[in-house]
């Protein structure tokens, strides 16, 4: 079973970065696994933001932070990092990472995702 660990959040003025952090519990690799990020506002859905394929690592992002995000993964320190930058408001959410061993490819519907990390809460406020 796999079990993940976000990190990396916290709160930051509009225009500013963090980056967040997912990692599997134990040491366990990533390397060979679809890794999304979905977000998810109070009073909200639950929203993906991007995802990184095994394949060639090829990273997908959502329109809304296209240009500002970037998915990446480590195979030294078996992570994939959400790089976020000139964040805005509307980016304030818990944000957590996914997986599911049955994937190859991205999807964005939340419910193909049967593993995940227990949220990391990012807010952007001035």
């Known amino acids: 079973q796999v079990q993940l660990v976000e990190s990396g959040g916290g709160l930051v003025q509009p225009g500013g970065s963090l980056r967040l952090s997912c990692a599997a519990a134990?040491?366990?690799?990533?390397?060979?696994?679809?890794i999304a990020w979905f977000r998810q506002a109070p009073g909200k859905e639950r929203e993906w933001v991007s995802c990184?394929?095994?394949?060639?690592?090829?990273?997908y992002y959502a329109d809304s932070v296209k240009g500002r995000f970037a998915i990446s993964r480590d195979k030294v320190t078996k992570t994939v990092s959400l790089q976020m930058s000139s964040l805005k408001p509307e980016d304030t959410a818990v944000y957590y990472c996914?997986?599911?061993?049955?994937?190859?490819?991205?999807?964005?519907?939340?419910?193909?995702?049967?593993?995940w990390g227990q949220g990391t809460q990012v807010g952007v406020t001035s």
């Open positions: 996914a997986t599911d061993p049955t994937m190859r490819y991205c999807d964005a519907s939340w419910r193909e995702y049967g593993y």
């Open positions: 134990s040491g366990f690799s990533l390397d060979y696994y679809v």
């Open positions: 990184i394929v095994t394949s060639d690592d090829s990273p």
